[in-house]
């Protein structure tokens, strides 16, 4: 009996940990998050962390727009985002950046279901990037590449992605992670208030310095990348996806008709692609995709919306307006009736 | 499938689940056989063929030898069966090479082809767990296993069955047929067990490893000072990785109320090398004395056969561990050690010389021989070596805190040689000493599944 209790403590007491610590102490340095905030560069792995972000926007009264890096920003700072801009247009604060850097239509899937599940009968801006359909690698429908970002918001066993194929205890391992709180946590502190995220791998890389200089981290702020000399480079073309089988089109799709399912309200935003960098054929084929897009999309009842292409001064590269274009494209949607009508609805 | 995976957690939490509702002794050996061979076959089902065969044909020539009674014959085949399989999966590159060298140096250009067999998991383990119990059989030690799944079991027991311990018939099989209650008591020794060899895998082994294996990848580029702190770092890589592979093994068997032996008793405090290897690999060690060094004539025969017998069991023991000249060093410098050491004790007032120096010097000696075991070759083990005695000081780039972690395990394995933490035992102690070893790893352990280095043999 009393191995028993013993072990009836020690679950206790592991339920107790995993569950309570990560709400009593959260250390997201955050209590609320201020006006036009973005997870930060560094953070951008940070699920725990997009997670309580998430649950503040539900809560409050702003529309959430969720997206790649366009709608993140990688060629902005704070205050340059597209959001930003919609704010600083706006008179009030009425846009959410919840936008992460480089997750790819598939892993958004997996962000929205994990970590948006408390979005109900709220409205919410979907960004459709289409470098995801410049090719099969971006897509994830052409050879298996290990360098794909987000990996563990992935679908992990029900579903194939052709470009994804890690072992199934890697698979399994990012299942058991991204559903249990405290392993999210446990990577959140790391990431916050750690130097580096393995405290074995710092300390040989430091190996004179003194472990407590390992407890202050170094936040350096995000410098913003320079744009990118695109009007040097021979025009290119592009080997689109076909939507119907394109898994950033599908991926697209399921994530929309996911928050649709738990009664939000979905804009679907086509952000502008820098057409001056392709061939007149792949232009073509472009604003093919864009309408049947659109036409799917419509039908389903999602209102959407396509900002004309801003100018090419406005471009950092392919896909990435920079600072100057997201103010275009926020004062063009904000002159957008159907964007206003689903803002002041 | 490793110990340390979500993978075998998950496949642990069903077979445990499953154990517990099975209360008749048959139903949970053929659980147990079942989750043995997908566990086996898990790294690559082809295995499982030869475990199969290692497993019918040690089950029928016992049988052969209780009924047919031509048992020297019979147990001839059964080892012939057993080195065969272990030379053709294990040593049939080592030979090839070793006789193309031989072929080379004659001038000719003909070359025998690389056999490249893949070397399956865990194969000197089960081979020497199944040729034990033949030869316990053949001497009498042990009465004829009739059901064939308990055999099986026997051979195949999925938490030995990677990296031993080597369980000998007589202990385990009794178990299997009279199953302790396997219930909540076993749980949770079982279940601290596993921590503790959790937290040595993965918090000190894998630590230790990130710079050992920096020293020992590259040795050239290092001073002596980082050298010798190289050697140090995997001399308690080795111990951390193994014994904490023991302890998960041991403590996942004991949930199932199964005693495995113990296979380390703090190897590192021995103050001579017959007691060093009484207290490391002891499952290993007590092997070869009981099927090898006794049956030559242990020290029965004058101290000239004494040495030769010591030499043969530690080359041997040697070989076992790798296909490689520096295992054989490396055994053949532990049989030189071994034989020396019993000369030594013959010295005059040796005994009044402090345990604690004796316990440094083999500490010493034990580590330098570790070089040879973890040197990609015997040249590289030597240049280690002499790079040590060069000269060249310079400020070692071990961390400060992997210095600090290592005179801790030394200092913790003194003290509880000398018993001054009985306290530990404490359940209460042992509940909070789970839950800061599983807090540490968590927070500051690698997330990176290793492979234990003894899996390689």
Not at chain 2, 5 to 25: A, M, Q
Not at chain 2, 160 to 187: C, T, Y
Not at chain 2, 251 to 261: K, N, Q, T, W
Request: with cysteine; aromatic share 16%; glycine share 8%.
């Amino acid at each position: 009996m009393n191995k028993l209790k013993y072990i009836l403590f020690t679950l206790l007491a592991g339920a107790v940990i995993v569950i309570i610590l990560p709400v009593v102490i959260p250390l997201t340095g955050k209590n609320n998050f201020p006006a036009d905030y973005r997870i930060p560069y560094y953070l951008g792995e940070d699920y725990f962390l997009f997670g309580k972000y998430a649950g503040s926007v539900s809560d409050g009264r702003t529309t959430a727009v969720i997206g790649d890096s366009v709608i993140w920003g990688h060629y902005a700072s704070d205050t340059d985002t597209l959001t930003a801009h919609l704010n600083s247009k706006s008179a009030t604060v009425k846009f959410s950046n919840l936008g992460i850097d480089g997750i790819h239509p598939a892993a958004m899937y997996g962000l929205a279901g994990n970590f948006c599940r408390k979005f109900t009968g709220k409205k919410i801006i979907v960004g459709i990037n289409l470098l995801w359909m410049s090719s099969p690698r971006h897509d994830l429908t052409g050879a298996k590449n290990s360098e794909i970002n987000h990996k563990i918001l992935l679908t992990q066993f029900t579903e194939t992605i052709p470009a994804y194929s890690p072992s199934s205890e890697e698979k399994l391992s990012f299942v058991i992670k991204r559903n249990i709180p405290f392993l999210l946590w446990i990577d959140h502190l790391k990431l916050t208030e750690f130097r580096e995220k393995s405290f074995y791998r710092w300390s040989m890389d430091n190996p004179s310095e003194s472990i407590c200089s390992f407890f202050k981290p170094q936040i350096n702020p995000y410098e913003v990348p320079a744009p990118m000399d695109f009007r040097k480079l021979p025009k290119q073309k592009i080997d689109w996806i076909d939507p119907g089988k394109s898994l950033q089109w599908k991926y697209t799709l399921k994530t929309i008709n996911n928050l649709k399912e738990k009664n939000n309200r979905i804009l679907a935003l086509i952000t502008p692609f820098n057409i001056y960098m392709m061939t007149d054929e792949s232009v073509k084929q472009h604003a093919l995709i864009t309408a049947e897009m659109k036409k799917i999309l419509e039908k389903e009842n999602i209102t959407v919306v396509i900002p004309s292409t801003p100018g090419i001064d406005k471009f950092a590269d392919s896909s990435h307006p920079a600072g100057k274009g997201y103010e275009t494209i926020a004062g063009e949607l904000l002159k957008n009736s159907d964007f206003i009508k689903f803002i002041n609805e | 499938m490793l110990f340390q995976t979500w993978t075998f957690l998950l496949f642990f939490v069903i077979v445990y689940t499953l154990f517990r509702f099975i209360k008749n002794s048959s139903g949970r050996s053929y659980l147990l056989l079942a989750a043995s061979f997908i566990f086996y076959g898990w790294w690559n089902p082809l295995f499982l063929l030869l475990l199969l065969w290692i497993i019918a044909a040690d089950y029928l020539i016992i049988m052969f030898m209780q009924t047919t009674g031509r048992r020297k014959l019979l147990l001839f085949l059964s080892i012939a069966n057993s080195l065969v399989l272990l030379s053709s999966f294990k040593y049939a590159g080592f030979i090839t090479s070793n006789i193309n060298e031989l072929i080379a140096l004659t001038g000719s250009a003909f070359q025998l082809p690389a056999p490249g067999f893949i070397l399956p998991v865990g194969i000197s383990f089960f081979i020497f767990i199944s040729m034990g119990h033949v030869i316990d059989f053949y001497f009498g030690r042990v009465e004829r296993e009739r059901n064939i799944a308990r055999h099986a079991l026997f051979v195949s027991f999925f938490p030995q069955i990677s990296a031993g311990p080597i369980a000998r018939a007589g202990e385990l099989i009794p178990q299997f047929k009279e199953w302790r209650s396997g219930g909540n008591s076993d749980l949770a020794d079982g279940l601290f067990l596993y921590i503790c060899g959790l937290f040595k895998k993965i918090a000190l082994a894998d630590y230790f490893a990130l710079y050992a294996d920096k020293i020992f990848g590259n040795p050239v580029q290092f001073g002596s000072s980082d050298l010798l702190l190289g050697a140090l770092a995997f001399t308690w890589q080795i111990y951390f990785d193994f014994s904490g592979y023991t302890d998960m093994a041991r403590g996942i068997a004991r949930c199932f109320g199964i005693e495995l032996m113990e296979n380390f008793r703090l190897p590192y405090m021995a103050a001579s090398t017959g007691e060093f290897w009484g207290r490391w690999h002891i499952s290993l060690s007590s092997w070869f004395r009981d099927y090898l060094y006794i049956p030559l004539g242990g020290n029965r025969n004058g101290k000239i056969k004494e040495a030769r017998n010591i030499m043969i069991t530690m080359l041997l023991s040697g070989l076992w561990h790798g296909a490689a000249w520096n295992f054989v060093l490396w055994g053949f410098i532990h049989g030189i050690l071994h034989s020396s050491g019993r000369l030594v004790r013959k010295i005059p007032r040796i005994d009044s010389v402090p345990v604690s120096v004796k316990r440094i010097v083999i500490f010493i000696l034990v580590m330098f021989a570790w070089i040879f075991f973890r040197a990609e070759s015997a040249a590289d083990a030597f240049g280690f070596i002499t790079g040590i005695f060069s000269g060249g000081f310079t400020a070692p780039a071990m961390p400060s805190f992997m210095m600090l972690l290592i005179a801790l395990c030394y200092v913790y394995g003194l003290i509880k040689e000398y018993g001054f933490i009985k306290f530990m035992e404490k359940p209460a102690v042992k509940r909070v000493v789970a839950l800061l070893m599983i807090a540490w790893i968590l927070v500051f352990a690698s997330s990176d599944a290793s492979d234990f280095i003894y899996f390689q043999f």
